[in-house]
Structure formats: structure tokens, C-alpha cells
């Protein structure tokens, strides 16, 4: 199978739609994890997160302490985070303790910063137990 060059970068290069599979049970992950949960109880939100050189948007809502994913993008979020690469976007996810600072640049109030900190390093890890196996509650492949 070939997949076209921009796709290079990704682990095991993966198509859009594979990473978004993965991304989006990654974040369903994270809205699992106990810190999350703390931070985001009584948060009301929505983010928009992005790979540039992808070209792949997607957002993030906090509604009622949970999170969801979604393809369609608010007209005027809360918080914007790019990534410019994704070879920096699945570099994150490997070991999220040890990776060091996000490559992604954050948009957005100073006081949402640190409830986005909390969520990034659990969608982090998230993202890393889901590239090593990505499969979903069912046990179905994601990609």
C-alpha cells in the first residue's frame, strides 16, 4: 500500500482518516483520566487543535466535565493549539514525561492554560498507548 508522501512522517505512515481515528479515541482516553476530570468538572469550552502541514483540523468541546471530539470546527474558539508537523505532533506521543515541551503553539486566555496543560499531557499519553494498540473497547482495529 502506498500512502503519498506527506503521510511520511506519521508512524507507520498513516492515512488522515487513521490518524483521526486514533486521535479521536485518544481523547476519549484523556476525558477518562482522573486530573482531567478535576480540571475540567465545571469547564465549558471548545478548542480547536491543528496540523498544519496535514492540513487536519478538529475540535475538542468541554461540555458538563466531558470531552468530545469533533470533525466540524466552532466558528470562534476558546483555545487554539497547532502543531506545524506532524513527525512533532506523533514525536509527543511516545513518552509524554520525557518528551519535553509541546511543539504545538497555544492560542488562547493565560487562565485556561493551565486546564490545557492537564488535558494535553493526558491526551499525550492517550495518543501513545493508542499508536502502540490501536483498538477500540471492542477490540475492532482503528487503522
Known amino acids: ?7 511520511e512522517s506519521s508512524p507507520g505512515g498513516l492515512s488522515k482518516r487513521g490518524a483521526q481515528r486514533l486521535i479521536q ?27 498544519e502541514d496535514w492540513d487536519l483540523e478538529w475540535a475538542v468541546s468541554i461540555r458538563r466535565g466531558k470531552l468530545d471530539f469533533d470533525r466540524r470546527l466552532p466558528r470562534r474558539p476558546d483555545i ?26 497555544y492560542e488562547g486566555p493565560p487562565q485556561m492554560r493551565r486546564m490545557w496543560d492537564v ?3 493526558a491526551f499525550r499519553a492517550a495518543l501513545g498507548d493508542v ?6 473497547e471492542d477490540g475492532t482495529r482503528l487503522v
Open 80 to 105: 487554539q493549539f497547532r502543531w506545524p508537523t506532524a513527525e512533532g505532533f506523533f514525536a509527543e506521543a511516545g513518552d509524554p514525561r520525557a518528551a519535553g515541551p509541546s511543539q504545538g503553539q
Open 25 to 51: 479515541r485518544a481523547i476519549v482516553l484523556a476525558g477518562r483520566n482522573r486530573n482531567v476530570k478535576q480540571q475540567i468538572r465545571e469547564a465549558d469550552l471548545t478548542s480547536v487543535w491543528a496540523i
Open 131 to 136: 499508536l502502540e494498540n490501536p483498538v477500540d
Open 1 to 7: 500500500m502506498s500512502h503519498a508522501p506527506e503521510f
Open 119 to 121: 488535558l494535553h499531557q
